[in-house]
């Protein structure tokens, strides 16, 4: 859908008072009800806007694993917080969750906002009764306010959110709890990995808050804008983020949360290749996704490593997902653990392991 037809529909919409959830919106929760990519989350306080498919899901399940729920989630589509849209929808659900009697605390998603709009939205913030919460993607969070949290990664904003509604102080997370115990001797041991890092998502978002966290550690990484090949050795000598879910990759093909094809192949590739240390993924798990993705990213990973010989090589991955969604949750993480990939509960952490592996090789994960 072209840019003006979008300005069109949405301005027409607020003044109706209604929403227009796309184009590019692939999730949402209204009244409990997961659309698109959605996640089985139970119902609760926190209620969702976003600008980010991925970001949204990822915050649900932390939440969800928190022990509390979402009242609604409104998705906008990718381009609502442009410069050319305004945050026409992302301001009307912003409006619909300050009225609804269930949601607390309001969370705000989104992938690079155009600065304008961002201003405009946290003088909106602010005038509000609620208490909000915002996770701007791949850039560091701006100051907070009185009322407006914003926060450096999805973790923080799940967390934050959480706290909100317990009323309890936010704690960060301890960098070490729920790291494998050869992963923690390998940190202890050093020296740092030496190779390439290769991250191939299936979520943008999630490959967005990697690639920031990656830079934010002292990497240099690239995040291709044009297709890489599919098969074979990844070009190239630098440290990549890759989103297998850009539009050049999935021209006449599923999204690869839905078939993993092109993400099997990419992965076998960059396995074989011996410049390559250490391999980073997700997988995203919930309605409409891949109902049983595991089998074969391990069967993949194994045939890899067999071909590899004995260069050393970490493969270090996140699960987003709930103990109620159809894939089993705790069977994708053994499925995993069993072919050696260190499972991590977020994106986030994940690339904060594999930061530490790379620069440190010793000492802290965060």
């Known amino acids: 859908m072209a840019l003006e037809d979008e300005v069109r529909l949405k301005q027409r919409a607020k003044k109706l008072g209604l929403l227009v959830m796309g184009p590019d919106c692939g999730t949402a929760w209204l009244s409990g009800v997961g659309l698109g990519f959605a996640n089985r989350v139970r119902r609760g306080q926190i209620g969702l806007v976003g600008a980010s498919g991925t970001g949204m899901q990822e915050i649900a399940c932390l939440v969800h694993r928190l022990g509390l729920g979402i009242s609604q989630g409104i998705g906008t589509g990718s381009a609502d917080l442009s410069s ?94 729920g790291l494998d115990q050869d992963v923690l001797a390998m940190l202890g041991k050093g020296p740092k990995a030496v190779g390439r890092l290769i991250g191939l998502f299936g979520g943008g978002s999630l490959a967005s808050e990697a690639a920031m966290l990656l830079r934010g550690a002292g990497l240099e990484i690239e995040v291709p804008d044009h297709p890489l090949a599919i098969q074979g050795r990844v070009e190239g000598s630098a440290h990549l983020v890759i989103d297998t879910g850009e539009d050049f ?98 994106a986030a952490r994940a690339a904060k392991l594999a930061a530490a592996v790379m620069t440190k090789g010793t000492g802290h994960v965060a």
């Open 249 to 346: 990759y999935t021209v006449g093909k599923p999204h690869p949360m839905i078939d993993q094809t092109v993400r099997c192949r990419m992965i076998s590739g960059v396995l074989e290749d011996p410049q390559v240390s250490l391999l980073l993924f997700d997988l995203v798990l919930g309605d409409s996704a891949h109902l049983d993705p595991a089998p074969e990213l391990t069967e993949t990973i194994k045939q890899a490593r067999l071909k590899r010989g004995d260069h050393p090589l970490l493969v270090i991955a996140s699960v987003s997902g709930t103990d109620l969604d159809p894939q089993d949750l705790n069977r994708q993480i053994r499925l995993l653990t069993s072919a050696g990939v260190h499972v991590q509960p977020s």
């Open 84 to 177: 050319e849209v305004g945050g026409i929808m992302t301001e009307s659900g912003i409006e619909l969750l300050a009225k609804d009697e269930q949601t607390q605390v309001i969370v705000l998603v989104a992938k690079h906002p155009a600065q304008a709009v961002a201003d405009r939205l946290h003088e909106i913030l602010t005038a509000i009764d609620k208490p909000v919460v915002v996770r701007y993607l791949g850039q560091p969070p701006r100051e907070s306010a009185a009322g407006v949290t914003y926060t450096t990664d999805l973790d923080e904003a799940a967390g934050q959110a959480a706290a909100i509604v317990l009323n309890k102080k936010y704690q960060q997370p301890d960098p070490a709890s």
